[in-house]
């Protein structure tokens, strides 16, 4: 039979299992930030509990931050300076705005070593599974559930299932980690995960760096998945080595003997699986406002008539929300803003990618371009490497680390109308500020597009 | 949390597919640090619009939300239960939940009851028609009834959920008792797992 690489981590943390309960599970590390977790803490102050493993809570600040050097608003202040007193009291390390490590909470973990294989982290957020790109078991939990890990270290939780994604072969040259995981949405669809791990297997996925598998595995809720996974190997270990948090010396020798045994065996059971060709994949632009709604930038806006008769209404509702009309080629379709960062896409690889597109090219008149590295360390390597300069010459604004527009939270917001190409992972309606119209598409063609001011590939432009 | 043996009552056909938590309780209310004052941030955007069914008259006092395929999708804020059950929700009926919301929402005590596509369209319909036909759901036998639109099904709750909510227990209090099992598992525990501080 064998276990999978989910089952196999999920095992190693069992701390209690009775029958008729869901099993109690350890955790980790925690991750934590502002928005979520207030309400958390004053339950453990009002019931008199204690956090029982401070050095296992990461505190950051993220979603509610502006990136613009400007002052928080007030209500934002308010709950940025309490996440600043609850994590002091509590004794939780924080990194608050303005600290070298200071970032978006998925990504300055893996970044410092604290996401390791094998491990179990959670967060109050429901991008956590993309620490899973390191073969970590990791998932968006609740509020309630942020202070019983705070007050247990522990979670009871009904096993999740497993699933099998496989893509295998080359993938094409316009091609990004993105496009991999919004083509496995498109086919899968918003629930194709729920329940479930999903485990990103075959040649395409091996062949990633860190930084896109991360962009892989954050997706991962867009599918409805619980997590997803993918098998620590060579490029993990590399990723990992040396890192602040990494273990060292003979530990690192220890640590690697079992990462290496956590792959899935080759006997072990999956409760769907799922086959991709990475050679039929292409550059994906969304098209209406849940992430399934995606067709190839070479294709025209669907006409909902066309879909299958459940898809029609929310099809018909999503066209009218981002006033698209049917059958218009998605070249044509022009952009106000063009947003680059967030926890999919604002690590130093998506930058690079970036950059080359727009290096000595000019945004578009009329658009409004920003790029937010996802940390205050992506931040500096990228500045080290002149790639601020490279944006702010195009006509980028070139901002500080944190969530940004990804979640008209803070003061990046689109106006009511705006329609954005944007590197994040939500193109929900109102997502980005109420109003706002948002397609999801790769850092490359959000570079493009920001160029040309209608949806484009980097080969399009002259 | 309080115990919930049973909800009875109107229902509010919203009837949406992929109906996500940005939509149930947009982001700029979650710079509130409080758990309560999200009522009027409920379905904030859609209620903008007159013709939006939560503004119809008929449905006021609805205690039963009825919802399509994949409630709840997206964020894990659990601000959208909190918003549910300040607006006088104690239950949502739809063909699937996301799993974070569905969590949330058992911890809250807002009951979430999966029902085939057929009888949560043919609930949807029955109420459009007649707002003041009455559900009811039965936890503790894991029942929904609704007599005048020929509706009596049963509804998946595991065991343990159950008895959460019929005994509205701790969750904490409940884990803190196996602290020797903790105890034991930290214990054991890897040398090489990083610590914070
Ligand atoms: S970047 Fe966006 S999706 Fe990621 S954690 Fe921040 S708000 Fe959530």
């Given at each position: 039979?064998?276990?999978?690489?989910?089952?196999?981590?999920?095992?190693?943390?069992?701390?209690?299992?009775?029958?008729?309960?869901?099993?109690?599970?350890?955790?980790?590390?925690?991750?934590?930030?502002?928005?979520?977790?207030?309400?958390?803490?004053?339950?453990?102050?009002?019931?008199?509990?204690?956090?029982?493993?401070?050095?296992?809570?990461?505190?950051?600040?993220?979603?509610?931050?502006?990136?613009?050097?400007?002052?928080?608003?007030?209500?934002?202040?308010?709950?940025?300076?309490?996440?600043?007193?609850?994590?002091?009291?509590?004794?939780?390390?924080?990194?608050?705005?303005?600290?070298?490590?200071?970032?978006?909470?998925?990504?300055?973990?893996?970044?410092?070593?604290?996401?390791?294989?094998?491990?179990?982290?959670?967060?109050?957020?429901?991008?956590?599974?993309?620490?899973?790109?390191?073969?970590?078991?990791?998932?968006?939990?609740?509020?309630?559930?942020?202070?019983?890990?705070?007050?247990?270290?522990?979670?009871?939780?009904?096993?999740?299932?497993?699933?099998?994604?496989?893509?295998?072969?080359?993938?094409?040259?316009?091609?990004?980690?993105?496009?991999?995981?919004?083509?496995?949405?498109?086919?899968?669809?918003?629930?194709?995960?729920?329940?479930?791990?999903?485990?990103?297997?075959?040649?395409?996925?091996?062949?990633?760096?860190?930084?896109?598998?991360?962009?892989?595995?954050?997706?991962?809720?867009?599918?409805?998945?619980?997590?997803g996974m993918i098998a620590p190997d060579d490029t993990t270990f590399a990723f990992l080595e040396g890192r602040p948090f990494a273990p060292k010396g003979a530990l690192w020798e220890r640590a690697l003997d079992e990462w290496r045994s956590l792959p899935t065996d080759a006997g072990a059971a999956f409760d769907r699986e799922v086959k991709i060709d990475a050679r039929e994949l292409?550059?994906?632009?969304?098209?209406?406002?849940?992430?399934?709604?995606?067709?190839?930038?070479?294709?025209?806006?669907?006409?909902?008539?066309?879909?299958?008769?459940?898809?029609?209404?929310?099809?018909?509702?999503?066209?009218?929300?981002?006033?698209?009309?049917?059958?218009?080629?998605?070249?044509?379709?022009?952009?106000?803003?063009?947003?680059?960062?967030?926890?999919?896409?604002?690590?130093?690889?998506?930058?690079?990618?970036?950059?080359?597109?727009?290096?000595?090219?000019?945004?578009?008149?009329?658009?409004?371009?920003?790029?937010?590295?996802?940390?205050?360390?992506?931040?500096?390597?990228?500045?080290?490497?002149?790639?601020?300069?490279?944006?702010?010459?195009?006509?980028?604004?070139?901002?500080?680390?944190?969530?940004?527009?990804?979640?008209?939270?803070?003061?990046?917001?689109?106006?009511?109308?705006?329609?954005?190409?944007?590197?994040?992972?939500?193109?929900?309606?109102?997502?980005?500020?109420?109003?706002?119209?948002?397609?999801?598409?790769?850092?490359?063609?959000?570079?493009?597009?920001?160029?040309?001011?209608?949806?484009?590939?980097?080969?399009?432009?002259? | 949390?309080?115990?919930?043996?049973?909800?009875?009552?109107?229902?509010?056909?919203?009837?949406?597919?992929?109906?996500?938590?940005?939509?149930?309780?947009?982001?700029?209310?979650?710079?509130?640090?409080?758990?309560?004052?999200?009522?009027?941030?409920?379905?904030?955007?859609?209620?903008?619009?007159?013709?939006?069914?939560?503004?119809?008259?008929?449905?006021?006092?609805?205690?039963?939300?009825?919802?399509?395929?994949?409630?709840?999708?997206?964020?894990?804020?659990?601000?959208?239960?909190?918003?549910?059950?300040?607006?006088?929700?104690?239950?949502?009926?739809?063909?699937?939940?996301?799993?974070?919301?569905?969590?949330?929402?058992?911890?809250?005590?807002?009951?979430?009851?999966?029902?085939?596509?057929?009888?949560?369209?043919?609930?949807?319909?029955?109420?459009?028609?007649?707002?003041?036909?009455?559900?009811?759901?039965?936890?503790?036998?894991?029942?929904?009834?609704?007599?005048?639109?020929?509706?009596?099904?049963?509804?998946?709750?595991?065991?343990?959920?159950?008895?959460?909510?019929?005994?509205?227990?701790?969750?904490?209090?409940?884990?803190?008792?196996?602290?020797?099992?903790?105890?034991a598992y930290e214990a054991r525990r890897p040398q090489w797992l990083p610590r914070v501080r």
């Amino acid at each position: 039979m064998g276990s999978t690489l989910s089952q196999k981590v999920w095992e190693r943390h069992v701390v209690r299992r009775a029958g008729g309960e869901p099993d109690l599970v350890y955790i980790d590390l925690h991750l934590v930030h502002e928005v979520t977790s207030p309400q958390a803490f004053e339950g453990l102050r009002l019931a008199k509990r204690g956090v029982r493993r401070p050095e296992l809570v990461l505190a950051t600040m993220d979603h509610n931050v502006p990136t613009n050097e400007e002052p928080a608003e007030p209500i934002s202040a308010r709950q940025i300076a309490e996440m600043a007193r609850n994590a002091a009291e509590f004794g939780i390390v924080c990194y608050p705005m303005g600290d070298a490590n200071q970032g978006i909470v998925h990504v300055i973990s893996p970044q410092m070593g604290l996401t390791q294989p094998g491990m179990t982290i959670v967060c109050g957020d429901s991008h956590t599974a993309t620490h899973g790109a390191l073969g970590a078991l990791a998932w968006g939990i609740g509020t309630s559930e942020i202070e019983h890990v705070l007050a247990t270290q522990t979670l009871a939780q009904p096993t999740p299932g497993t699933m099998a994604v496989t893509v295998d072969g080359r993938l094409p040259k316009d091609c990004a980690a993105k496009d991999v995981i919004l083509g496995i949405i498109a086919r899968i669809g918003t629930t194709g995960g729920v329940g479930k791990v999903i485990e990103y297997r075959g040649s395409t996925i091996r062949a990633l760096s860190m930084d896109g598998r991360m962009t892989v595995c954050n997706m991962s809720i867009e599918a409805g998945a619980r997590a997803g996974m993918i098998a620590p190997d060579d490029t993990t270990f590399a990723f990992l080595e040396g890192r602040p948090f990494a273990p060292k010396g003979a530990l690192w020798e220890r640590a690697l003997d079992e990462w290496r045994s956590l792959p899935t065996d080759a006997g072990a059971a999956f409760d769907r699986e799922v086959k991709i060709d990475a050679r039929e994949l292409r550059p994906y632009v969304s098209w209406g406002t849940n992430p399934a709604q995606t067709v190839t930038i070479d294709e025209r806006v669907p006409d909902p008539d066309a879909l299958a008769t459940d898809a029609r209404d929310a099809a018909r509702r999503a066209l009218r929300y981002m006033a698209l009309a049917p059958g218009t080629p998605v070249r044509d379709i022009a952009v106000d803003a063009v947003f680059i960062g967030s926890c999919t896409n604002s690590r130093l690889e998506d930058l690079r990618a970036a950059s080359e597109v727009v290096r000595g090219r000019r945004v578009k008149d009329g658009i409004r371009a920003l790029v937010v590295p996802g940390s205050m360390k992506v931040k500096l390597d990228a500045e080290r490497e002149g790639l601020d300069r490279v944006f702010q010459e195009a006509g980028f604004e070139w901002r500080g680390a944190g969530c940004s527009m990804c979640l008209g939270m803070n003061p990046d917001v689109l106006r009511p109308g705006e329609r954005c190409a944007s590197t994040s992972n939500r193109n929900f309606e109102g997502r980005q500020g109420p109003g706002g119209r948002t397609h999801l598409v790769s850092p490359t063609v959000a570079a493009a597009t920001a160029i040309a001011g209608h949806f484009a590939l980097p080969a399009d432009l002259r | 949390m309080e115990s919930v043996r049973r909800v009875a009552g109107r229902a509010l056909p919203l009837g949406r597919a992929d109906v996500d938590t940005d939509q149930i309780i947009p982001s700029h209310w979650l710079k509130r640090i409080e758990r309560t004052g999200y009522a009027p941030g409920l379905f904030e955007a859609w209620r903008a619009d007159p013709s939006f069914v939560m503004n119809d008259a008929r449905y006021r006092g609805a205690a039963i939300l009825l919802a399509g395929r994949n409630f709840g999708s997206g964020s894990s804020r659990e601000h959208a239960a909190w918003a549910l059950l300040e607006s006088g929700f104690r239950a949502v009926i739809a063909p699937r939940f996301a799993d974070i919301f569905r969590s949330n929402a058992l911890k809250n005590g807002l009951v979430p009851v999966e029902l085939p596509d057929e009888t949560v369209t043919t609930l949807v319909a029955a109420v459009e028609r007649d707002p003041t036909l009455e559900i009811a759901i039965d936890v503790e036998r894991r029942t929904v009834t609704a007599p005048a639109a020929g509706v009596s099904a049963t509804f998946p709750l595991d065991d343990h959920a159950r008895q959460r909510l019929l005994e509205g227990l701790d969750d904490i209090a409940l884990t803190l008792r196996h602290e020797r099992d903790i105890a034991a598992y930290e214990a054991r525990r890897p040398q090489w797992l990083p610590r914070v501080r």
